[in-house]
Structure formats: structure tokens, C-alpha cells
């Protein structure tokens, strides 16, 4: 059973730094794509970025230049660093996996805040 566990949320003024960690158990390797989204208040759920294992990344555009995925060489811990915060980066931040195919599945972590103050 794949279990994803996020930390590294909080508080951070505005103009600040973050580095959020997702640490992924139970998977043996198969993991096609892992993703961080995240949800404001009142809004939808929006892909902040994602990643392959073979390091290909995509960025919200809303991220793009302050925001990098990556993974640890063991590839069971996801990071999101975070930089150049803002109020509107606010936000739950969940991390997700994906393996695709017919024994496929999508698992998700409980999500962790993320609050910028101006």
C-alpha cells in the first residue's frame, strides 16, 4: 500500500523560502509521475508542478522560476522548494503519485498548509 506523507508547511513571510517534502512508502519502484498540487481558498486544485523518474518537469505558470521539483536519488521522497513566496501562494499543498496502466493507481498525501504572510 502506497502511503505519501507531507511535511515542511507553515508560516513564512512574504518574500520567504520553503521547502516542502512528501516521503512515499510501499511503493516498489513504479511510479510513472509525481506531482504537488495545491488548493487556495475558495479555488480548485491546480498542478504546481510535476515530475518523471527520468527527471522530465513541469511547472504551473503561476510557479514557473521560483519553484523546483525533485526527488532523492532513491526516488521515496518528493521535495518542492519554494521561492520568492507570496500571500497568493497560499495554499494546501498535497503531494500525489501515479502509475498508470491497468494495475495502475493514484494515491495522494493528507496535504499540509502552506500560509505567506504580507
Known amino acids: 500500500q502506497v502511503q505519501l506523507v507531507e511535511s515542511g508547511g507553515g508560516l513564512v513571510q512574504a518574500g520567504g523560502s520553503r521547502r516542502l517534502s512528501c516521503v512515499i512508502s510501499?511503493?516498489?519502484?513504479?511510479?510513472?509521475?509525481m506531482r504537488w498540487f495545491r488548493r487556495s481558498n475558495g479555488k480548485h486544485n491546480e498542478m504546481a508542478a510535476s515530475?518523471?523518474?527520468?527527471?522530465?518537469?513541469n511547472y504551473a505558470s503561476s510557479l514557473k522560476g521560483r519553484c523546483t521539483i525533485s526527488t532523492n536519488s532513491a526516488k521515496d521522497t518528493l521535495y518542492l522548494q519554494l521561492d520568492r513566496l507570496t500571500p497568493d501562494d497560499t495554499a494546501v499543498y498535497y503531494c500525489?503519485?501515479?502509475?498508470?496502466?491497468?494495475?495502475?493507481?493514484?494515491?495522494w498525501g493528507q496535504g499540509i498548509q502552506l500560509t505567506v504572510s504580507s
Open positions: 500525489n503519485v501515479q502509475k498508470h496502466g491497468l494495475l495502475g493507481y493514484s494515491k
Open positions: 510501499g511503493s516498489n519502484g513504479d511510479i510513472d509521475i
Open positions: 515530475i518523471t523518474p527520468d527527471g522530465n518537469t
